[in-house]
């Protein structure tokens, strides 16, 4: 049995920064459906642009993987495509209850999972990696160097799939996209004090970007094509592909 995400349904004297420790990894399926827009549309799209991009004998990525949903679309979707599959994440509530939710499942391509951090991890002769909501949380300074790594492990015609929950960039536009995300919350059950209680909890820690921003720094480490194919509200995910031709940026 799934269970709901109640964290921050009490008043809470102070809201402490948001951690992804047991009691997040616990109601983490029921707390992304319900906090992010489109998150299982996204999922299956991650298992159609595997199925199309990965390419045999190659590495798929998952950074930032937590129980592993992105990295099972991936393997369900690759079954004729000879290839390994790494996730990672550096919460070890995470990755133990990844390990737990992937073996259960009897998959012909097996996906390994490592408790570390994005960016102590080496990419190698990679077809795809996947940061689905993950950079969000990764310190602002060391972003372009983990794409820079990312985009020199690829292969040529790689993937990257980045998805992010972006700022617009006017005061005005953001409260508009932030208000209708709150409104989506509220829709799903979440009460006004969940929802401003769960604002302040990721405020130091989830520093989010402008598209132009992304945009901009994909293409200052080397993608020359990023792609935005999802966005609702403030949410996002975008593929940056590595063509042949190219070589890192400076
Ligand atoms: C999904 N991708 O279901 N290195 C590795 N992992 C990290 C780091 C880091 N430096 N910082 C945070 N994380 C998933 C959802 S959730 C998104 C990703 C969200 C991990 C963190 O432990 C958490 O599991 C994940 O990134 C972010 O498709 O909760 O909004």
Redesign the pocket.
Known sequence: MQKSDTLFASPLSSVADFR?DETVAEV?PDM?QR??PGYQSI?NTIGELAAAKVQPNTTVY??????G??SLAVARATQDIPCNIIG????EA?TNRCKRIIQSFSLPTPIEVNCQ???DTEIDNASMV?M???LQ??PPADRENLLLKIFNGLVPGGILVLSEKIRHPSVAGNELLVDLHHQFKRQNGYSELEVSQKRAALENVMLTDTFAEHEARLKAVGFSDVVMWFKCYNFTSMVAIKHAQETAGE
Do not use: E, K, R, W
């Open positions: 992804f983490f992304i906090s992010v999922i998952d950074l930032g993987c937590s129980l949903a992105a990672i994440d550096n919460s995470m951090s994005a960016q996947i689905n909501f993950t949380f990764i």
